[in-house]
């Protein structure tokens, strides 16, 4: 049984669900315009999901492997530390998983992407996840993300992804109470955030994601690439809009990781503009949905370069017809 393959199904699976679950919202408000886009991520997901599945895993099949204890405790760690410092310092998610993930990658660069995907889960609302429960979700997440290494190699967003998988399986056994988009002052029902945010949102989404693949270009590090665009628009967020508004820089956060995929899947810095408008688009279309599970910001950002791969890969069939 290859692993590989199973963790490339289960991933463009996850990716479906979110999507699927915005059809779901948006149909009942009558959202055309978003459900239209929906179903177009959705193709996008599955074709690209295909696409890995029958291409890049080949030969690199996982058959049965252990978790290594380093990968184990490194991902702990970057869980627990970014959980306990939203909680007793009463940082956002997104500053929490930044002060982490800044000195991983300084000073554990072998071991920065597992603490970095650790912290994806400790971003988890501490009002929805017992500390038991937040360690199971981070067991789930490196499970998956030992058998599934190759699926999707590359892609930005994964290792949120991967977290959102094990935030999510824990609170569908666990049935935690789900917390409405209220919670972020966003009336669904009257859509009330005004265009010009809206607008803010997007500009800055689609900054974050070009920034994060150009500094990535220059340092070869991801993580700290990331962390430091984050630590930026946080700051940005803050002296335009407002103390305390999480929304804009987590819409910015969640460009970063798409703005992390490699250069052999996208290489021009116009489309990683693109995925970034694609992770804002996801992202203030999730609002109301799977709110305090850790990781959705990088199910977004996935969604969003796969989108972009797709876009990138028609223009060059167009191109070459």
Not at 188 to 201: D, G, Q, T
Not at 264 to 278: S, T, Y
Request: one cysteine or more; hydrophobic letters at 55%.
């Amino acid at each position: 049984m290859c692993f590989s393959k199973i963790a490339t199904a289960v991933y463009a699976a996850i990716a479906v669900l979110l999507i699927l679950s915005m059809v779901l919202v948006h149909f009942y408000f009558s959202h055309i315009a978003i459900i239209l886009m929906s179903i177009l991520l959705a193709i996008s997901s599955l074709w690209q999901g295909y696409r890995f599945f029958k291409n890049e895993v080949k030969g690199q099949c996982i058959y049965h492997e252990s978790i290594q204890i380093n990968d184990l405790l490194s991902i702990l760690a970057g869980s627990l530390s970014t959980f306990y410092l939203t909680k007793y310092l009463d940082l956002s998610p997104t500053l929490a998983s930044v002060l982490v993930g800044i000195p991983a990658s300084l000073i554990f660069k072998k071991h920065a992407p597992i603490i970095f995907m650790g912290t994806f889960v400790g971003m988890s609302a501490f009002a929805r996840f017992s500390l038991i429960e937040l360690v199971l979700a981070t067991l789930f997440t490196a499970l998956l993300y030992q058998y599934g290494k190759h699926a999707f190699a590359g892609i930005g967003g994964k290792l949120g992804l991967t977290a959102f998988a094990g935030t999510l399986v824990i609170s569908i056994v666990t049935g935690p109470q789900i917390q409405g988009a209220l919670e972020y002052g966003i009336d669904i029902e009257k859509w009330n955030m005004p265009p010009s945010f809206i607008i803010a949102l997007l500009l800055a989404s689609s900054l974050a994601s070009m920034l994060t693949f150009f500094i990535n270009q220059r340092l070869k590090n991801a993580v700290l690439s990331s962390s430091l665009v984050g630590l930026l628009f946080a700051f940005v967020g803050m002296l335009i809009i407002g103390q305390g508004d999480r929304i804009f820089e987590s819409a910015a956060y969640c460009a970063t990781f798409a703005g992390m995929t490699q250069s052999n899947h996208i290489k021009h810095l116009f489309m990683f503009l693109v995925a970034g408008f694609i992770c804002g688009f996801m992202f203030i279309s999730t609002l109301p949905l799977f709110v305090g599970l850790g990781g959705k910001l990088g199910a977004c950002a996935f969604i969003a370069a796969l989108a972009s791969k797709t876009l990138t890969h028609l223009y060059k069939e167009v191109r070459h017809a």
